[in-house]
């Protein structure tokens, strides 16, 4: 019932500011007007405001109250499914024969609904049925990337192997080398014949020590993007008093890197002219980019599909176009408002929240904001929605009794919109089951890879490799897994063999419980709290998951690191995933491109 805003001064000193709301003056909730369309356009606008969708059945009931038919005495569902077509208002997909509003169906990868669309529209019984389709399609698909004005970086997974091979073959005079790409990094096999001239003088020679680093190498560092260092262990001394240290051939080392550099950008001018040799080749990597890189359309939303006004919202209160398109966007799909600082992100989510609860899209709603925000954003939706049912946390509720009892309020209580600071978000439990599941997805993820790998033909020290990896996995969330599993699995904990627990590194496990076992409360897990969507402000909190590469040594900006907080998000997120159907998250923040990747 008030309006409160938190400013600082010149000193850096915060300010409360508070005052009387509208509601004290004027009517701030409007009426609810039932929709009365007298044409298909207006009864398509009005069933995606009412229900998010084209509801044929709502709209033929709608249009036979006020509205004469095209033929007959009364609207049928075909007559409108039919002027919703001829309009283009809403094309049918032809994989599921779903009708689809029109911005979505042109958004998303047009480039793969476009030959869908063309698939049907020249096949037997739906000869000529798509031809819309595939002419609005075409109209949206980005103009094609010409191969001459791709860039070629020498180590792109979406370059084909072959390519790469033949480069190897052509300048090195290698013809059993094996190329493979495993998880972010590429597995290279000489063959045994590797000591030609060719490869010899493509390479960097150590006076120092007297060898030779051959050109496949050198290739094979550039495609991992390896920094290249030529150094040898040198042992020092003899029997119990032996010691070893590292020399470094810094000049051959600097040679390397230099002739690194050479080798990409001779890949680069190789591939160009490989490509003018050869139109086919052209046009397969021409096709094989732009449906990669070069396919997927942002969603418009035109001004016809916005409403002036949200139901229950403040209708002294306007928002601007693009909050209203923030609000539509998060409604169908997984969202980024990558919106400025100042441009009104705080009112997109809440009204984005707040339709969610209407359509019924979501019944618990849950807000994420900085610990600092959380009496700016509540009153904020107070603001907006008058008569919104908001549950938040105040800062002297911030204790253990004062969550605990925040915890019981969302689960056995029913709100609009609950507002949680990110401190407290980040101290409610993941289950046991999906933090197991956290651990699996990445033992599988490296037991794929090894399977790829044998199907390949990988050289068997590459193999041993990705096997001993694994195994490394495997001890560092192993203690983790067996204290996280149900009771049937706590024997088999007893029964491991010593020597692997012995083997097991420290720190891997610490990694492993600093990801996982983070700061908690004692209180049941997120999954039975009820939330089904999650709306999170300042999300480039949560940037670090950590992600596998081969670039992770030496090159400014690529940070694979982990954070406990992200590992929690991402749990999280996957709950709100499985209840509303691969929707119902939103991130929003002023800065989603910054420094790391």
């Known amino acids: 019932l008030e309006i409160y805003k938190e400013e600082k001064d010149i000193k850096g000193n915060?300010?409360?500011?508070?005052?009387?709301?509208?509601?004290?003056?004027?009517?701030?909730?409007?009426?609810?007007?039932?929709?009365?369309?007298?044409?298909?356009?207006?009864?398509?606008?009005?069933?995606?405001?009412?229900?998010?969708?084209?509801?044929?059945?709502?709209?033929?009931?709608?249009?036979?109250?006020?509205?004469?038919?095209?033929?007959?005495?009364?609207?049928?569902?075909d007559d409108v499914r039919k002027g919703i077509l001829v309009s283009r208002l809403g094309f049918e997909d032809p994989s599921t024969g779903q009708l689809e509003i029109r911005y979505k169906y042109l958004s998303g990868n047009v480039r793969e609904k476009l030959a869908i669309a063309e698939q049907y529209n020249a096949e037997g019984e739906t000869a000529g049925r798509y031809a819309a389709n595939v002419e609005e399609l075409k109209k949206v698909v980005p103009m094609d990337i010409p191969a001459h004005l791709i860039d070629f970086s020498l180590g792109s997974s979406w370059i084909p192997v072959d390519l790469y091979k033949d480069f190897v073959k052509e300048t090195l005079d290698l013809g059993n080398v094996r190329i493979t790409h495993l998880e972010g990094s590429w597995a290279f096999d000489e063959g045994y014949s590797y000591r030609n001239e060719k490869n010899r003088s493509a390479g960097v020679y150590s006076e120092k020590f007297r060898e030779t680093i051959y050109g496949h190498q050198l290739v094979a560092d550039a495609l991992n993007n390896r920094p290249v260092k030529v150094a040898k262990v040198v042992k020092d001394g003899y029997g119990s008093n032996a010691s070893s240290h590292t020399e470094v051939d810094q000049a051959a080392t600097q040679a390397c890197a230099v002739r690194v550099d050479e080798i990409k950008e001779e890949f680069k001018q190789w591939a160009k002219k490989k490509m003018q040799d050869d139109p086919e080749l052209a046009r397969r990597i021409d096709k094989l980019y732009n449906e990669k890189f070069n396919a997927l359309v942002p969603m418009e939303v035109g001004e016809e599909?916005?409403?002036?006004?949200?139901?229950?919202?403040?209708?002294?209160?306007?928002?601007?176009?693009?909050?209203?398109?923030?609000?539509?966007?998060?409604?169908?799909?997984?969202?980024?408002?990558?919106?400025?600082?100042?441009?009104?992100?705080?009112?997109?989510?809440?009204?984005?929240?707040?339709?969610?609860?209407?359509?019924?899209?979501?019944?618990?709603?849950?807000?994420?904001?900085?610990?600092?925000?959380?009496?700016?954003?509540?009153?904020?939706?107070?603001?907006?929605?008058?008569?919104?049912?908001?549950?938040?946390?105040?800062?002297q509720d911030r204790d253990a009794e004062g969550r605990r009892a925040f915890y019981a309020k969302i689960k056995y209580n029913d709100w609009d919109i609950i507002i949680v600071p990110q401190?407290?978000?980040?101290?409610?439990?993941?289950?046991?089951?999906?933090?197991?599941?956290?651990?699996?997805?990445?033992?599988?993820?490296?037991?794929?890879?090894?399977?790829?790998?044998?199907?390949?033909?990988?050289?068997?020290?590459?193999?041993?490799?990705?096997?001993?990896?694994?195994?490394?996995?495997?001890?560092?969330?192993?203690?983790?897994?067996?204290?996280?599993a149900p009771d049937n699995q706590q024997g088999k904990k007893k029964k491991r063999d010593a020597k692997r627990e012995a083997a097991s590194l420290d720190k891997a496990r610490t990694k492993a419980k600093e990801q996982l076992d983070r700061a908690v409360d004692d209180v049941q897990y997120f999954d039975d709290l009820g939330v089904d969507a999650l709306l999170v402000d300042e999300a480039h909190e949560y940037k670090h998951l950590g992600f596998q590469t081969s670039m992770g040594r030496g090159i400014k900006g690529i940070d694979p690191s982990y954070s406990k907080k992200c590992a929690g998000l991402y749990n999280k997120t996957r709950s709100v995933f499985e209840k509303a159907g691969w929707k119902n998250v939103v991130f929003a923040t002023g800065t989603p491109i910054s420094n790391t990747i």
Do not use: C
Not at 14 to 21: E, R
Not at 329 to 341: N, Q, S
Not at 369 to 380: E, Y
Not at 461 to 470: A, C, G, T, Y
């Open 423 to 484: 401190s407290t978000f980040e101290r409610i439990p993941d289950s046991p089951e999906r933090e197991l599941q956290f651990i699996q997805e990445k033992i599988d993820e490296k037991k794929h890879v090894i399977e790829a790998a044998q199907a390949a033909g990988v050289d068997s020290r590459e193999l041993q490799k990705l096997k001993k990896e694994l195994e490394k996995i495997e001890q560092e969330y192993g203690d983790v897994y067996l204290d996280k």
């Open 305 to 395: 599909f916005l409403p002036e006004r949200f139901e229950g919202a403040n209708t002294g209160i306007t928002l601007r176009p693009h909050q209203k398109l923030g609000a539509i966007k998060g409604l169908v799909a997984p969202t980024m408002l990558a919106h400025e600082v100042g441009t009104g992100k705080s009112f997109t989510l809440i009204t984005t929240a707040m339709e969610m609860r209407r359509l019924g899209t979501a019944k618990k709603p849950m807000i994420v904001v900085q610990n600092a925000t959380v009496a700016q954003m509540t009153a904020d939706t107070k603001l907006l929605y008058p008569n919104a049912k908001v549950l938040s946390l105040s800062e």
């Open 14 to 77: 915060v300010k409360v500011i508070t005052a009387k709301p509208k509601l004290f003056s004027e009517r701030v909730v409007g009426f609810k007007k039932e929709p009365q369309p007298k044409t298909v356009k207006d009864a398509v606008i009005a069933s995606i405001f009412r229900t998010n969708g084209i509801d044929l059945e709502w709209i033929t009931s709608k249009l036979n109250e006020v509205a004469a038919p095209p033929h007959g005495d009364q609207w049928t569902t």
